[in-house]
């Protein structure tokens, strides 16, 4: 069973960076995928990046292609989120999620066992 704490979340303005960050609990982190979601108030839960196992294969959603990071580091049990060039439009709670994955990505939510409790993320114009 995996744990998972966000943070980093916080104010920003327009065109500013924050980066977020997921703990993981336990000594299997490596063999989870990961991935962040967000979700805006009265919205549904969005994904918004995925990272395999290794770290060497990414997928993002357009809308943050080219501004947001992805990455994680296995020695540390932790997954982060670099988002440059923030838009009022990315103002959401934040989740990392984790599933067992020996191979490939996932972008359902569906797909995740293991959800942290969100971190909110808002960008003022």
């Known amino acids: 069973q995996v744990q998972l704490v966000e943070s980093g979340g916080g104010l920003v303005q327009a065109g500013g960076s924050l980066r977020l960050s997921c703990a993981a609990s336990g000594r299997t982190f490596s063999t989870y995928a990961m991935g962040w979601f967000r979700q805006a108030p009265g919205k549904e839960r969005l994904f918004v990046a995925t990272i395999n196992w290794s770290g060497h294969s990414t997928f993002y959603t357009d809308s943050v292609k080219g501004r947001f990071t992805i990455s994680r580091d296995n020695a540390k049990n932790t997954l982060y989120l670099q988002m440059n060039s923030l838009e009022p439009e990315d103002t959401a709670v934040y989740y990392c999620?984790?599933?067992?994955?020996?191979?490939?990505?996932?972008?359902?939510?569906?797909?995740?066992?293991?959800w942290g409790q969100g971190t909110q993320v808002t960008v003022s114009s």
């Open positions: 999620a984790a599933v067992r994955l020996a191979y490939g990505l996932a972008i359902r939510s569906s797909e995740y066992n293991y």
